[in-house]
């Protein structure tokens, strides 16, 4: 090959990239450049409601951007957890769950169904609260342990009755003691 030829083609080449790196760059929307939505799966007025606002409030803040808290309660927190699961991953929609992220997926599947999520579609990003599980009763019920509230009920299937956060719920609520005796 003439090596005048390939001078001239390494001299081009070199003349094209000294030319594209003083072309103008095109730069790229800071993130965020629109609102953000955080997702709660669970109806307004709760207590994963009472928290998404003012953390999307501060999120706000510092983002300088705007972020909208959209409740989408319903089946335990399936239907909102579902909908940030086939949302885009660009980071403009978030997920304030609670630990029904964990249990729904292995609810659907000992019932025969197909979970709307899988727990592996999620990034953990941030531990907003750390809020204990707990079973109270009145200080006067028969019941000191749980083991005690557990047997009692197997004794009398159907007749103690208690409150929780719905189906699927993982918190239970106050024992109802009309019927404990």
């Known amino acids: 090959m003439n090596p005048c030829r390939r001078s001239f083609g390494c001299m081009l ?31 307004p007025g709760g207590v994963a409601d009472a928290v998404a606002r003012p ?9 300088k951007q705007s972020v909208v808290v959209e409740n989408k309660g319903g089946a335990g927190g399936a239907l909102g957890i579902g909908a940030a699961a086939r949302a885009p991953a660009d980071g403009y929609t978030l997920l304030l769950s609670l630990s029904s ?31 204990a599980t707990v ?34 719920g993982f918190a239970l609520g106050v024992v109802d003691m009309a019927q404990a005796g």
């Open 13 to 43: 080449v070199a003349a094209l990239v000294v030319a594209a790196s003083l072309w103008p760059a095109h730069a790229q929307a800071a993130y965020p450049d629109k609102p953000v939505t955080l997702i709660v799966p669970f109806p």
């Open 135 to 168: 079973l109270v009763v009145r200080a006067d019920a028969p019941w000191k342990t749980l083991e005690d509230f557990l047997a009692d009920a197997k004794r009398r299937p159907g007749q103690v009755n208690y409150g929780s956060s719905g189906n699927y």
């Open 55 to 63: 953390l999307a409030e501060a999120l706000g803040r510092e983002l």
């Open 101 to 131: 992220i964990s249990m729904l997926p292995e609810a659907d599947h000992l019932l025969g169904r197909k979970p709307s999520f899988q727990p592996e579609q999620f990034k953990p990003i941030s531990r907003i609260t750390a809020d």
